[in-house]
C-alpha cells in the first residue's frame, strides 16, 4: 500500500509463531493441521496407556518367573538334602550288616567249639559261606544307597537347571517392563509436547465449528486436555456453511492445557 501524506497507516505484525495467524482467518490447512495435532495427541495418549499395561504385565510376570525360581530353588536343596541322608542311612545299614555278619560268625564258631570240632574242614566253608554272604549283602547295600542318592542329585541339578532358566527369563521380563516403561514415557512426553504445540497452534484465535468438533475428543474421551467451550460442538455443525463462517468472528477463544497430562 503506497503511503498518503498526512495519513498514518497501521501495519498488520508480522506473525511468526506457530499455529493460526491471529491476522488472518482460519484457512482450511489449519483445519488440517489441527485435525493433525490432534491425531497425534489421541494417538500418543492411546500408545502410552497401551505400554504402561504392557509394563506392568511384564512386571507382573517377571515377579512369577522369579517365584517360580525359588520353588525350584528349594527343590534342588530339598533333592541335595535327601541325596546326603540317602548316604547315611546307607552307610548305617552297611554298618547293621557288617554287625550282623560278625555275630553269625561268631555264633558259628562257637558251636563249633561247643561240639568239639576244629577250624577245618565243613566248618570252615560254613564260615566262608557267611563272610561272602555278609560281604555280598553290604555291597547291594551300597549300591543302592549311590544309585539312590544319584538320583537325588541328578533330581537336584535339574532344579538347579530350572532356577536358572526361572531367572533369565525372569530377567528378560524385567527388561521388558523397563522397555515398555521407557517407551510408555516417551509417548507421553510426545504427547505433552504435541499438547503444547497445539496450545501454540490455538493461541488466541477463534475456533470455527469445525475446529471446535476437531478438538472435541480431547476433553470428552482422553483427558488429555479441557476445553469445556467445545462441549457440545457437534450440535454447531448442524448448521450450515455460512454459519460456521460466521462463527470466526463470534466463536469463543478455547485454550488446551498441556499439564493435564
Not at 222 to 240: F, K
Request: proline share 1%; no cysteine; net charge negative.
Amino acid at each position: 500500500m503506497a503511503a498518503v501524506e498526512g495519513v498514518t497507516v497501521n501495519k498488520e505484525t508480522t506473525w511468526t509463531g506457530i499455529g493460526v495467524d491471529p491476522n488472518s482467518t482460519s484457512t482450511a490447512a489449519d483445519t488440517s493441521a489441527l485435525k493433525g495435532t490432534v491425531s497425534d495427541i489421541l494417538g500418543l495418549t492411546s500408545t502410552a496407556a497401551t505400554d504402561t499395561a504392557a509394563a506392568t504385565g511384564a512386571t507382573t510376570q517377571a515377579e512369577g518367573y522369579k517365584a517360580e525360581a525359588g520353588a525350584y530353588q528349594n527343590a534342588s536343596d530339598i533333592a541335595a538334602q535327601n541325596a546326603v541322608i540317602a548316604g547315611i542311612a546307607g552307610d548305617i545299614k552297611s554298618a547293621q550288616q557288617a554287625r550282623t555278619v560278625r555275630t553269625t560268625i561268631g555264633t558259628q564258631q562257637a558251636q563249633v567249639a561247643a561240639g568239639g570240632f576244629g577250624a577245618a574242614g565243613s566248618n570252615l566253608d560254613i564260615l566262608r559261606d557267611s563272610l561272602q554272604q555278609g560281604y555280598l549283602t553290604q555291597q547291594l547295600t551300597a549300591s543302592q544307597t549311590q544309585l539312590t542318592q544319584g538320583g537325588y542329585l541328578e533330581e537336584a541339578a535339574a532344579s538347579k537347571a530350572q532356577k536358572s532358566a526361572a531367572d533369565a527369563t525372569a530377567t528378560a521380563a524385567t527388561n521388558t517392563a523397563a522397555a515398555f516403561t521407557s517407551a510408555a514415557s516417551l509417548a507421553t512426553a510426545n504427547a505433552a509436547s504435541a499438547t503444547a504445540a497445539l496450545n501454540n497452534f490455538i493461541g488466541t484465535s477463534t475456533l470455527t465449528s469445525d475446529q471446535k468438533l476437531l478438538l472435541a475428543p480431547l476433553s470428552n474421551t482422553t483427558g488429555v486436555a479441557t476445553v469445556p467451550q467445545i462441549a457440545g460442538a457437534g450440535e454447531a455443525l448442524g448448521s450450515d456453511t455460512a454459519e460456521s463462517t460466521s462463527s470466526r468472528g463470534s466463536g469463543s477463544t478455547v485454550k488446551v492445557w498441556g499439564n493435564r497430562f
